[in-house]
């Protein structure tokens, strides 16, 4: 009996279904000749995304979700695959359930330490995990390094192994849920709120491609509701004028 959590709550859990299907070359030639498309889809699948990616002879097609949004997974399949003008006969899906990160859990026990999805450090923004895994797996490495030389396996001494997770990942992954809760519980009010702000339009960037981390954009991602606020004051604003613009011309 190690001590660490037998069950995870539904805000902390991702879930998700992907296959990687032979289709060849020729099909991928039709389908997809332009290899720097990018296709954003706002709706199909709720509380999440769903991805293609077309490779030499195969196509990599899932979808990702919250396990409170409830989403319908091969539904969203069906839709994306409507939208691109195929469907993939006899395909063997896999399913996947995410234990995401962005809260502190405890890690460590005499004798034992999480890494990787066992800690759950998965991005609840991007769903990306192979990162984290690496990067925890090298910690712990360094930790478990110091524990040999001290002749200290003990849950006290390898509490260090915890604390640098949360002070070099658990901080960023924390944003990332909060990212992730705004722009996916109303995807298209997102949208058209990062359309008018050149900074959110960067922060987007930035998190997408990998060129800064979460912590880079701190005060940007923690002022989001408040840009949220302020978006939808406008808006109804703007509603209201038209309203009375018609009203007097209708006069």
């Given at each position: 009996?190690?001590?660490?959590?037998?069950?995870?709550?539904?805000?902390?859990?991702?879930?998700a279904i992907v296959?990687?299907?032979?289709?060849?070359q020729?099909?991928i030639?039709?389908k997809?000749?332009?290899?720097?498309?990018?296709?954003?889809f706002?709706?199909?699948?709720k509380?999440g995304?769903s991805?293609l990616?077309?490779?030499?002879?195969?196509l990599?097609?899932?979808?990702?979700?919250?396990?409170?949004?409830?989403p319908n997974?091969l539904?969203s399949i069906?839709?994306?695959?409507?939208?691109?003008?195929f469907?993939?006969?006899?395909?063997?899906?896999r399913?996947?359930i995410?234990?995401?990160g962005g809260k502190?859990?405890?890690?460590v026990?005499?004798?034992?330490?999480?890494v990787?999805?066992?800690?759950?450090?998965i991005?609840?923004?991007?769903?990306?995990?192979?990162?984290?895994?690496?990067?925890?797996?090298e910690?712990?490495?360094?930790?478990?390094?110091?524990?040999?030389?001290?002749?200290?396996f003990?849950?006290?001494?390898?509490?260090?192994?915890?604390k640098?997770?949360?002070?070099e990942?658990?901080?960023?992954?924390?944003l990332?849920?909060?990212?992730?809760?705004?722009v996916?519980?109303?995807?298209?009010?997102?949208?058209?709120?990062?359309?008018?702000?050149?900074?959110l339009?960067k922060?987007?960037?930035?998190i997408?491609?990998g060129?800064?981390?979460?912590r880079m954009?701190?005060k940007?991602?923690?002022?989001?509701?408040?840009?949220?606020?302020?978006?939808?004051?406008?808006?109804?604003?703007?509603k209201?004028?038209?309203?009375?613009?018609?009203?007097?011309?209708h006069?």
């Amino acid at each position: 009996e190690l001590g660490f959590r037998r069950s995870w709550k539904a805000d902390e859990l991702g879930v998700a279904i992907v296959t990687e299907s032979f289709v060849g070359q020729q099909f991928i030639k039709e389908k997809f000749s332009n290899p720097w498309r990018v296709i954003l889809f706002l709706s199909g699948i709720k509380g999440g995304y769903s991805w293609l990616f077309p490779k030499r002879e195969h196509l990599n097609l899932g979808v990702g979700s919250f396990v409170f949004a409830r989403p319908n997974l091969l539904r969203s399949i069906e839709y994306t695959q409507r939208f691109f003008g195929f469907r993939l006969e006899n395909a063997r899906f896999r399913g996947h359930i995410l234990p995401l990160g962005g809260k502190k859990r405890k890690l460590v026990s005499n004798n034992a330490l999480l890494v990787g999805d066992a800690a759950g450090l998965i991005d609840p923004f991007s769903g990306e995990g192979i990162y984290y895994a690496i990067k925890s797996s090298e910690i712990a490495m360094q930790v478990i390094e110091k524990a040999f030389e001290e002749n200290r396996f003990d849950s006290g001494f390898l509490k260090t192994y915890e604390k640098r997770i949360w002070n070099e990942l658990g901080f960023d992954l924390m944003l990332a849920a909060r990212a992730a809760r705004w722009v996916y519980t109303a995807p298209l009010k997102a949208i058209e709120l990062v359309k008018q702000n050149k900074e959110l339009v960067k922060v987007i960037v930035d998190i997408l491609t990998g060129e800064k981390p979460y912590r880079m954009h701190k005060k940007v991602i923690l002022k989001l509701p408040i840009y949220a606020a302020k978006w939808i004051t406008r808006f109804r604003k703007r509603k209201s004028a038209q309203k009375s613009v018609n009203f007097r011309e209708h006069i």
